[in-house]
């Protein structure tokens, strides 16, 4: 039996688009959320700073249309093997999602807390102004939330090198679009 009779399925259209999308907006939101103080202060740093919450409200819309996607009409595909290696990618799996509502939320009650302006052009009202403590504690959570989830990505995608290039299998092919 071939190795691509045993995992012969990819996932569909929407299914890779959402996830390569979601990848690509978790790496340039972290990127971003590393870099936001190198910017002078001033219009450099609120455009960054507005653009940051602006991508991350849209991976929050992106989120929720993917769980909605998953749940309702996207493609199931069978376990890629068996035994304690698959309960832990859906392990896996179930602990990327959690940490990106984590972040996704955190990111946008900082946002809040610190009643940020976008692009200088319209101002989140502050929901405790002058609480300096709050606003660290949630902006301290949100990097950390932010960098566990990059953390379990970056296995997550490294899991899927080593299924590729160690045990020759289909599972990295099954989330690339076909050639």
């Avoid at 455009?47 to 996207?74: C, E, P, Q």
């Avoid at 301290?140 to 990505?153: C, F």
């Avoid at 160690?166 to 092919?173: E, G, I, M, S, T």
Wanted: proline share 4%; aromatic share 10%; net charge positive.
């Amino acid at each position: 039996m071939s190795q691509d009779s045993l995992h012969p399925l990819r996932y569909d259209r929407r299914t890779l688009a959402l996830h390569w999308l979601t990848a690509a907006l978790v790496i340039g939101l972290w990127c971003a959320g590393q870099t936001i103080d190198f910017f002078p202060k001033g219009t450099p740093r609120t455009t960054v700073r507005s653009l940051h919450i602006v991508f991350g409200a849209l991976l929050g819309l992106v989120l929720a249309y993917r769980i909605w996607w998953r749940a309702s009409a996207g493609l199931h595909l069978p376990p890629a093997g068996a035994g304690w290696l698959d309960k832990f990618a859906s392990l896996v799996h179930k602990l990327l999602y959690l940490l990106l509502i984590a972040t996704v939320l955190l990111g946008l009650t900082n946002a809040w807390v610190r009643g940020d302006t976008l692009f200088g052009l319209l101002k989140i009202p502050a929901f405790d102004p002058g609480n300096d403590e709050l606003r660290e504690t949630i902006e301290d959570w949100h990097g950390l939330s932010a960098n566990i989830l990059l953390g379990v990505a970056g296995l997550h995608a490294a899991a899927a090198l080593v299924h590729h290039f160690l045990f020759k299998d289909n599972v990295l092919r099954r989330m690339l679009p076909r050639r």
